[in-house]
């Protein structure tokens, strides 16, 4: 089955560049999107298609996908930015694949 | 303004079924796929299956087959995820959330359902 591997936290100081790694086989061949999750909220597409921002997600989130690794980068941190962050492709025997979530920091 | 609306939280013992529901609007019924993601707690995310409720086409993730059934009533706009069999670690928060064609992500989300099993 395909998997998708992330760090499992990440610590940034505010206004810094936090970046987020997701690594699995040929990833760069798929699409990749990113999801926001807070605590007591419902997750948030904050990255689709690899570097597509949805309406109302802020410019200070990027993402790009290239190789093994796709990588979700948050310039300028803010601490409303601190959250679980899941990776997500598709693969055509698995379907949809979420990556194993990483911790953001604010400190 | 669109969005999701599911069904309360619910406690269930070992061995039983739950049933959770997704209210939709009637353009995202007839235009969109439903998905349905589990969290369950201290875990990431969970993909568990999806359903084109317009066609009723379904398609599951591999380990939950034949113990989940995706379903849509058209005269209300609703999706049905039904779970069965239940064990404690299916304990989670389940969401819907809706797939735009060809988008390849999950763009509008439900609040989230509680289902707690335990004896």
């Known amino acids: 089955s395909y998997e998708l591997t992330q760090p499992s936290s990440v610590s940034v100081s505010p206004g810094q560049t936090a970046s987020i790694t997701c690594s699995g086989g040929e990833l760069g061949d798929r699409y990749a999107s990113w999801y926001q999750l807070k605590p007591g909220q419902s997750p948030l597409l904050v990255i689709y298609q690899d570097s597509k921002r949805p309406s109302g997600i802020p410019e200070r989130f990027s993402g790009s996908n290239s190789g093994n690794t796709a990588t979700l980068t948050i310039s300028g941190t803010q601490a409303m930015d601190e959250a679980d962050y899941f990776c997500q492709a598709w693969d055509s025997s698995t379907a949809y694949v979420f990556g194993t979530g990483t911790k953001v920091t604010v400190l | 303004q669109v969005q999701l609306v599911q069904s309360g939280a619910e406690v269930k013992k070992p061995g039983s079924s739950v049933k959770v529901s997704c209210e939709t609007s009637?353009?995202?019924?007839?235009?969109?796929?439903i998905n349905w993601v589990r969290q369950a707690p201290g875990q990431g995310l969970e993909w568990m299956g999806g359903?084109?409720?317009?066609?009723?086409?379904?398609i599951y993730a591999q380990k939950l087959q034949g113990r989940v059934t995706l379903s849509a009533a058209k005269s209300t706009n609703t999706v049905y995820m039904e779970v069965t069999s239940l064990r404690s670690d299916d304990t989670a928060v389940y969401y819907c959330?809706?797939?735009?064609?060809?988008?390849?992500?999950?763009?509008?989300w439900g609040q989230g359902t509680s289902v707690t099993v335990s004896s």
């Open positions: 959330a809706r797939g735009p064609p060809d988008l390849g992500a999950f763009d509008l």
């Open positions: 009637g353009d995202t019924f007839n235009n969109y796929a």
């Open positions: 359903i084109i409720p317009v066609f009723g086409t379904t």
